[in-house]
Nanobody
Framework: QVQLVESGGGLVQAGGSLRLSCAASGSIFSATVMGWYRQAPGKQRELVAD???????NYRASVKGRFTVSRDNTKNTVYLQMNSLKPEDTAVYYC???????????????WGQGTQVTVSS
């Protein structure tokens, strides 16, 4: 089994910063794409940013220039540095990882439990 454990959420004032971390553990051969999604009350879950094993990144337009996704492949850990936070960034943030459990396996998508980020105005 594979577990994703997130940390780093909290309450911050507008303009502040937070750093989220997500560590994947368990039976892991390789973690391919890792990233972050968020879901605000009454809204659909949306991609925030993701990163491949090779370091290629993808961001939603509203966070470009403010958020930075990175990863440590040796630790199967993905990070999200969030700067210049805005009230509209308030949401539950979920870590996502596509994981192969053995050589030749198909990558399966796993999710963390979510961490609340609240930005006050």
């Amino acid at each position: 089994q594979v577990q994703l454990v997130e940390s780093g959420g909290g309450l911050v004032q507008a303009g502040g910063s937070l750093r989220l971390s997500c560590a994947a553990s368990g039976s892991i051969f390789s973690a391919t794409v890792m990233g972050w999604y968020r879901q605000a009350p009454g809204k659909q879950r949306e991609l925030v940013a993701d990163i491949t094993t090779g370091g290629s990144t993808n961001y939603r337009a509203s966070v470009k220039g403010r958020f930075t996704v990175s990863r440590d492949n040796t630790k199967n850990t993905v990070y999200l540095q969030m700067n210049s936070l805005k009230p509209e960034d308030t949401a539950v943030y979920y870590c996502s990882a596509y994981v192969k459990q053995y050589y030749g396996d198909s990558a399966m998508n796993y999710w963390g439990q979510g961490t609340q980020v609240t930005v006050s105005s």
